[in-house]
């Protein structure tokens, strides 16, 4: 949470400045979370939020699911 707050502040502070270096923050978020999990960053992505990602996880099962079938 600090370093959320970390970054809310700079974002406030300089919003121009926080925006040209979204790119390397995310792939080095990428980087640590990918080491984390003993993955391959490239099987990872960032989503805004949980809806989201359970929306985005779903969509990609629609060619295996057949009428009828249940997700749980």
Known sequence: FEMY????????AHPGGYMSQVRE??????????EYLHTDQSR????TNATMGVNVA???LRS????GDEVL
């Open 5 to 12: 707050q970390k970054w809310q502040a700079e974002f406030e």
């Open 25 to 34: 923050r995310m792939t080095e978020a990428r980087t640590r979370l990918a």
């Open 44 to 47: 990872l992505g960032f989503v």
């Open 58 to 60: 779903t969509h990609s």
């Open 64 to 67: 295996w699911l057949q009428p």
